[in-house]
């Protein structure tokens, strides 16, 4: 079946370092989404980006289909950047259903 | 916009107890996805309307879950003689639906059921 690696598992960062989150998968994909959560919070998305690159303030997204895999470069980070970073890629256009990682738990600290 | 709603935001039941989860998508939005998110499984699919019509029920549990949609504004999920395995947070999310493609997925804060 599908699969979606993400790594590193888990990350610490001193604030103002900047963070490299990578998302790999086995088979091609039609859609792929970056979310961000809190613990006990609700899934944000960040990015819908299934090839190319998307900027959005210290946040890009690139995702390369050959290469089956997809990043999320955080630059100069913040401790309110803490939290957990899960990639979801969708194989079916007639269903629309993601398949979701593990996840990356960022911890930033001042 | 409200965003993707869901209630209850918690609920309790005991075992052997019905629970119906509820869930109103972004206005405009066709198609409407169920999740289950636990700490041992992570965010696992559950099933998937689009324009009210029942479309991928792949990973729904074949005993005691249900959904429907029975109208543009509102899904349910219900499940029957609850158990405690079935305790989770269940995410509800919409997205439109172009070219008979859903694209991005606007995810609701969930409903955090506890069967004791």
């Known amino acids: 079946g599908q699969q979606v690696q993400q790594s590193p598992a888990s990350l610490v960062l001193q604030e103002g370092e900047n963070a490299e989150l990578q998302c790999n998968f086995s088979?091609?994909?039609?859609?792929m989404q970056w979310f961000y959560q809190r613990p006990g919070g609700s899934l944000v998305s960040l990015f819908y980006n299934p090839s190319g690159t998307k900027h959005s303030g210290r946040l890009t997204s690139t995702t390369v289909i050959k290469e089956r895999r997809s990043s999320l470069h955080i630059s100069s980070s913040q401790t309110t950047d803490s939290g957990t970073y899960l990639c979801?890629?969708?194989?079916?256009?007639?269903?629309?259903?993601?398949?979701f990682g593990d996840g990356t738990v960022l911890t930033v600290k001042p | 916009n409200a965003g993707v709603i869901q209630t209850p935001r918690h609920k309790v039941t005991g075992k052997g107890q019905e629970a119906t989860l509820w869930c109103e998508p972004i206005?405009?939005?066709?198609?409407v996805f169920w999740y289950r998110q636990t700490i041992v499984q992570g965010l696992e699919f559950l099933t998937y309307?689009?324009?009210?019509?029942?479309?991928?029920d792949s990973g729904m549990p074949k005993e005691r879950f249900s959904a429907q949609m029975p109208n543009q504004s509102h899904s349910t999920l219900k499940i029957q003689s609850t158990q405690p395995q079935d305790s989770a947070v269940y995410l509800c999310?919409?997205?439109?639906?172009?070219?008979?493609?859903?694209?991005?997925?606007?995810f609701g804060p969930g409903t955090r059921l506890t069967v004791l």
């Open positions: 979801a890629l969708g194989y079916n256009t007639n269903t629309g259903k993601l398949t």
């Open positions: 999310a919409s997205s439109l639906v172009l070219g008979g493609s859903s694209y991005e997925q606007y």
């Open positions: 206005s405009g939005h066709s198609a």
């Open positions: 088979t091609s994909l039609n859609s």
């Open positions: 309307f689009r324009n009210q019509a029942p479309i991928d």
